[in-house]
């Protein structure tokens, strides 16, 4: 029977509680957060994470990294949102048209 004690947290052993808890494959690549432990697919993703999660206690670089992150990803939000609207008006004056020339 084992026993956990709240003192005997480590940053290791957040870690792998966190990689446990996300069933991270051990040939994975995997971005990890160095506050809480969680796995992440992509650096940007991690920054994200810092900037959401853990904003009060970032350095310059953490933060710098979340910034341009975020800055991505509003720009890349910014174009999928154009696409979609784009798509949306081909897709109504196309079905207008049809239902102009069938009937």
């Known amino acids: 029977m084992s026993t956990h004690t709240e003192d005997s947290t480590t940053e290791s052993t957040v870690a792998a509680t966190a990689c446990e ?12 957060c160095d506050h809480c432990g969680a796995p992440f697919a992509t650096e940007e993703y ?14 310059d ?15 890349t939000l910014k174009l999928f949102r154009l696409k979609a609207l784009g798509l949306l008006v081909l897709l ?12």
């Not at 808890?21 to 990890?32: M, R, S």
């Open 21 to 32: 808890e996300y069933a991270v494959p051990a040939e994975t690549d995997a971005f990890v």
């Open 61 to 75: 670089e953490q933060r710098a990294a979340f910034e341009d992150a975020a800055a991505d990803e509003t720009e």
């Open 92 to 103: 109504y004056f196309g079905l207008l048209m049809t239902y102009a020339v069938v009937t």
């Open 46 to 59: 991690r920054a994200l994470h810092w900037g959401l999660e853990h904003g009060e206690s970032l350095g």
